[in-house]
């Protein structure tokens, strides 16, 4: 149980292109998704955290708009990565909780790899 | 906010124990976590250890809490080459559901 997946697995794009990440939670609803990014041999940097139908919170010195986040439903959320240049390469990891006495506890999805041209 | 340090590499041979060590500074800190990263993948949950617990143990993962240090550690016991990976230790921060990731530590296992 508590499978969380993310689409697509590796994205390469132009530079000034938009790219959307889906975050998905398989087998649970989840109450509250978290997005990371994460840079080669460096831990993970919280961007921001999402609770389904309200407006995400950004992290400091995280753009929220050019980080946008969608969470449109107890199953989904989406990233989307506006106007993409290449220092904006990098993995991107979505988690998700379930909530209740396991609030804490995050459960990950596999990871993006954006390479932006 | 918090800040959670790692050995930034470690290397034993298969059959041996490992010790994965990580001290953190938030001791509000409700959960401590445990996850595996393999090459190119997301994040396994391993093991957890609620705050006031010292010991957990988990087949061949034992967590070890030392609340007064502030000190986390994860021993695995008869390390296979499959247990190669990165490691990080995380703490919930501020009471909050967020959590803090160490630096992580890269384990590698040698015949």
């Known amino acids: 149980g508590a499978v969380v997946s993310q689409h697509p697995s590796w994205v390469i794009c132009k530079s000034g292109t938009s790219v959307k990440i889906e975050c998905r939670s398989l087998?649970?609803?989840?109450?509250?998704m978290f997005w990371y990014r994460q840079f080669p041999k460096q831990s993970l940097m919280l961007m921001a955290t999402?609770?389904?139908?309200?407006?995400?919170?950004?992290e400091q010195g995280v753009e929220k708009d050019k980080f946008l986040i969608n969470h449109a439903s107890l199953t989904l959320s989406t990233l989307t990565v506006t106007s993409a240049h290449p220092e904006d390469s990098s993995f991107y990891i979505c988690?998700?909780?379930?909530?209740?006495?396991?609030?804490?506890?995050?459960?990950f999805g596999p990871g993006t790899r954006l390479t932006v041209l | 906010g918090e800040d959670v340090e790692q050995s930034l590499f470690l290397s034993v041979r298969e059959g041996d124990s490992s010790v994965i060590n990580c001290t953190y500074t938030d001791s509000s800190s409700t959960y401590l976590y445990w996850y595996k990263q393999e090459p190119g993948a997301g994040l396994q949950l391993l093991t957890y250890?609620?705050?006031?617990?010292d010991m957990k143990q988990d087949q061949r993962l034992t967590v070890l809490l030392n609340k007064k240090d502030k000190h986390l550690s994860l021993r695995i016991a008869d390390t296979q080459t499959g247990d190669s990976a990165i490691y990080f230790c995380?703490?919930?921060?501020?009471?909050?559901?967020?959590?803090?990731f160490g630096t992580g530590t890269q384990l590698k296992v040698e015949l």
């Open positions: 988690s998700a909780t379930l909530g209740g006495a396991l609030q804490f506890t995050q459960y």
């Open positions: 087998d649970f609803q989840a109450t509250t």
């Open positions: 250890i609620f705050s006031n617990m």
């Open positions: 999402s609770n389904e139908g309200s407006k995400a919170t950004y």
């Open positions: 995380a703490g919930s921060t501020g009471g909050g559901n967020k959590l803090t």
